[in-house]
Structure formats: C-alpha cells, structure tokens
C-alpha cells in the first residue's frame, strides 16, 4: 500500500480543513469578520424529508466549462439517498466532444484525474433524455469526473467535483 509524502498529506489536510469550514459557515452563519453576510436562498435538497433528484449543473445540466466543484459548493449539503442527475447530449455529428460520468475511488485519484482506478459509472450515451441517476447510498465522498476529450475535461478542473452525503435532520 502507497504511502502519502508530507505534500500529500498536507494537500489532504488542508482540503479537509477547507470542506469542513464552508460547511460550518454555511450551516450555521458563522462570521466572525465584520463584514454583514445575508444566507443566500436554500437549495432545493434542504427543506425536505425526503430524497431529493438534483440535475446537476442545474439548467446548464453535464456540460464543458461549468465549474462544477463550485456549483456542488453552492448547491450542497447532498443527502442520504438523493439522486444526482447527470444530462448531457450524446454523441452526433454537433457533438464531437461527448461527456461521461466516472466515480473515482479516491481523494488522489479527483485531484489528479487519474481515470484508471475509476469506474465508469454512465457512459457517452447515457446522459441523453432524462439522464443517468446515481443515488447517494453511503456515508462517503462520492468523486465524479468526466472522461471526456481523453481526461481533458476532467484535467482542466471544471468537469470534476464531490460530495460527502449527510444525514437529513428529524423534524418534530
């Protein structure tokens, strides 16, 4: 089994450190900067009792030059059982460029797009009409990426992001 150089470590720490942090400030309002904050309107997914669907990437649905590590940010928290919807057109004349969905296994694997350990999970053809449903089953980072243009797609930054699924809190 590979062992983390000190980089890596710190790579992981410092990612650790971040995801931890935005969750608490969005979640609980927490400034501590004197600058005024005003909660930005609640996703979809957090007013609910139940499993959600979220197309991801919204209106602009799986596509080249979304960034989608930020739309995660802005969308999350995920759930327990939420179903992740990827929509994308399928290969054609127009469509020289098609997308794909793979789930990596690991933090190493999303942060170099390192495809060879990852399971595809919707290929080219499956984004087309209603899209392919992944439904968040467990407690774990779930790391997507495109494999698209030969892990271009991924490589530049934008086609790739995760999310760790919570718990849905109990309403009395």
């Known amino acids: 089994m ?9 790579i992981l720490l410092l990612s650790a450190s971040m995801w931890a942090v935005s969750m608490a400030s969005r979640q609980h309002g927490f400034n501590n900067t004197g600058w005024s904050y005003k909660r930005p309107p609640c996703p979809q997914n957090s007013t609910s009792d139940t499993p959600n669907k979220i ?3 919204g209106s602009q649905k799986w596509t080249f030059g979304i960034n989608y590590a930020d739309w995660a940010l802005k969308n999350g928290p995920f759930y327990f059982n939420d179903t992740l919807v990827f929509k994308y057109d399928p290969p054609s004349k127009t469509n020289t460029h098609p997308h794909s969905v793979y789930l990596l296994p690991n933090l190493w694997s999303f942060l ?11 290929s080219e053809t499956q984004g087309g009409g209603d899209g392919f449903e992944f439904v968040l089953k467990s407690w774990q980072p779930h790391y997507f990426a495109c494999g ?7 490589n530049n930054g934008t086609m790739k992001f995760f999310v760790m ?8």
């Open 2 to 10: 590979a062992r983390l150089t000190h980089a890596q470590a710190l």
């Open 55 to 57: 197309v991801v990437g």
């Open 112 to 122: 170099k797009c390192d495809l060879s350990s990852a399971k595809l999970v919707a």
């Open 148 to 154: 698209g243009g030969a892990g271009f797609h991924c």
């Open 165 to 172: 699924p919570m718990f849905r809190r109990r309403r009395y």
